[in-house]
């Protein structure tokens, strides 16, 4: 069965760098998502991504990030200057066309903000 | 707004009890309603669904049905194993583009 994947499954990083985290969504589908969790905390929307643009985003998601469909199949996250509270479990997910379709989940991004 | 409330964990239960998750939900519009698990090490996976009201969604011995009166979608298993073991996620798709507003999540513990 097709699986969204993420990469890297950790990632550590000094406070102020910039970081990008990457998925390879299943590959029919059109519709791809940002979501984090930090640890005990509900897991929690980014932003939305469809036909090449955002068409959703949170309150969370300010200038600091950003996400690209750079080619047919990645899509990322990037954080510019991290801070310690951006430590958190970062999925990526993606769903066919449909509105009641289910979204499909990587294993996740660990992020260490040291 | 929406939002999506579970009962607190951790559940703790023998092999073979019956398991109930409380969820309920507040909504605008008609979202369809989700249980994702996410068992140690791995990542969310969909167990479940429903996309409307008195719909019920079955999966692995696992049941949830959309009742709208009472907002809710609790998720029951007649005879928990071992390998059920993981958290629960009670979920529900919002707005136009169909974000997921989650619940805390539920930690299940299944003891032999």
């Known amino acids: 069965e097709p699986e969204v994947t993420q990469t890297p499954s950790h990632q550590v990083t000094q406070m102020g760098q910039e970081v990008i985290l990457r998925c390879v969504p299943i590959?029919?589908?059109?519709?791809f998502y940002w979501y984090r969790q930090i640890l005990g905390q509900k897991v929690e929307f980014l932003v939305s991504?469809?036909?090449?643009?955002?068409?959703?985003k949170s309150e969370i998601f300010d200038d600091q990030f950003s996400v690209e469909r750079p080619d047919g199949s990645n899509f990322t996250l990037k954080i510019r200057s991290t801070k310690l509270e951006d430590s958190a479990m970062y999925f990526c997910?993606?769903?066919?066309?449909?509105?009641?379709?289910?979204?499909?989940f990587g294993d996740g991004t660990r992020l260490s903000i040291l | 707004g929406n939002s999506v409330t579970q009962m607190e964990g951790p559940v703790t239960l023998s092999e073979e009890a019956f398991l109930t998750i409380n969820c309920t939900y507040t909504?605008?519009?008609?979202?369809?309603l989700f249980w994702y698990v996410q068992y140690p090490g791995e990542g969310l996976q969909l167990l479940l669904k429903?996309?409307?009201a008195d719909d019920k969604g079955s999966n692995k011995g696992f049941e949830a049905t959309y009742r709208k009166e009472t907002t809710s979608f609790h998720l029951e298993k007649g005879s928990v194993q071992v390998s059920d073991s993981a958290v629960y996620f009670c979920?529900?798709?919002?707005?136009?583009?169909?974000?997921?507003?989650w619940g805390l999540g539920t930690s299940l513990a299944v003891n032999p």
């Open positions: 909504a605008t519009g008609y979202p369809s």
């Open positions: 590959s029919n589908h059109l519709y």
């Open positions: 991504f469809y036909n090449n643009e955002i068409s959703e």
């Open positions: 979920a529900l798709n919002a707005g136009n583009n169909r974000k997921l507003i």
């Open positions: 429903a996309t409307k």
């Open positions: 997910a993606s769903r066919m066309t449909g509105g009641n379709q289910p979204q499909h």
